[in-house]
């Protein structure tokens, strides 16, 4: 039997491309998303049809409530930053969720340990990405230092890897590889503020991701409104 790995799964482009390399390296994928009050919920609807065409054992969306504290644009709480091309990575902006991707990796870590997977995938990227602090090295090595001292598993079996095979790449080498994995980019959704209507184009995410596509040389499938 396939060895079972969990990946976080928000139907991004980053999420889709970890959730086909644990798939080519012949793991059992068992996808994990979240409807944690954020106002654009069509990722979720992105995170699906990835997890079905990108063969996921299992796709569970998991219920929580961020909004209840606030703190992000994400999650209603001010403007979403737009058009700011030239200064992406200047400090940290507003959507920022605060501990978001240690809450999740919180998550997936139980569910890890339920089913006996040693390997948790997420998509963070230190280099191409809009200044969160949780999508730092540093912070990938401290939650497995974590999960590996505070788990059964852990402290008795064979431990905990977090895995983030995206954290040194650029967005263009992000679609590369997922390109040669078969990942068909136009199921997913990067958009801050994206609608049934498409993608903004002028969100943080949206500059990634077309600067990307460009750099690339790959044709941006995004629809955009």
């Avoid at 959730?19 to 919920?41: C, K, N, W």
């Avoid at 990722?43 to 063969?55: F, K």
């Avoid at 644009?73 to 978001?100: C, H, Q």
């Amino acid at each position: 039997m396939p060895t079972p790995a969990v990946v976080l799964l928000s139907g991004g482009l980053d999420s889709a491309t970890c959730l086909a390399i644990a798939a080519d390296e012949g793991l059992a994928p068992h996808a994990m998303s979240f409807r944690y009050g954020q106002v654009h919920t069509t990722e979720l609807d992105a995170a699906r049809r990835v997890a079905a065409a990108l063969g996921a054992v299992e796709h569970r969306v998991v219920d929580i409530d961020l909004a209840a504290f606030g703190g992000s644009s994400l999650l209603g709480d001010g403007e979403i930053p737009k058009g700011r091309e030239a200064d992406i990575g200047d400090g940290i902006p507003s959507t920022y969720v605060p501990a978001r991707n240690t809450v999740f990796l919180a998550y997936a870590l139980a569910w890890a340990e339920v089913l006996g997977a040693n390997d948790i995938f997420i998509g963070v990227n230190a280099l191409d990405y809009s200044g969160y602090p949780d999508c730092r090295p540093e912070f990938i090595a401290a939650f497995e230092a974590a999960a590996n001292a505070g788990t059964r598993t852990g402290t008795e079996g064979d431990g905990y890897r977090i895995r983030a095979p995206l954290i040194h790449l650029t967005k263009a080498e992000i679609i590369g590889l997922g390109t040669g994995l078969g990942v068909d980019y136009a199921m997913t959704v990067t958009c801050y503020d994206a609608t049934a209507d498409g993608a903004c184009g002028e969100c943080d995410a949206c500059v990634l991701r077309r600067r990307g596509f460009d750099e690339a040389g790959v044709a941006d499938p995004t629809r955009y409104r």
